[in-house]
């Protein structure tokens, strides 16, 4: 059974996001990381493919799941710089 090739990007997408989340964890989840929010800014474009891809098809699905991928990249993203400038601040 072949993938389709928007969601071959996004499932490479929702691995750097779990990867940004791993590095987040080791360091610790309340000091935040500068790293993890780097490789989830990088989860960006896969999902960006995924999601141009995934309007070239018939149907929503990958489209769908692109666009959660990305949002989730960017949230993610936000969160662990948003909790590294706290650590900083305190």
Do not use: C, H, N
């Amino acid at each position: 059974m072949s993938e389709s090739p928007s969601r071959m990007a996004t499932y490479v997408g929702a691995a750097l996001v779990v990867a940004a989340l791993i590095i987040a964890a080791a360091g610790g989840f309340s000091s935040g990381s500068l790293v993890g929010a780097l490789v989830a800014v990088a989860a960006v474009v896969p999902a960006g493919v995924g999601m141009w891809k995934g309007m070239q098809e018939k149907t929503q699905t990958g489209l769908g799941l692109a666009l959660l991928v990305f949002l989730a990249a960017l949230a993610t993203a936000g969160i662990l710089v948003v909790l590294k400038v706290i650590d900083w601040l305190r």
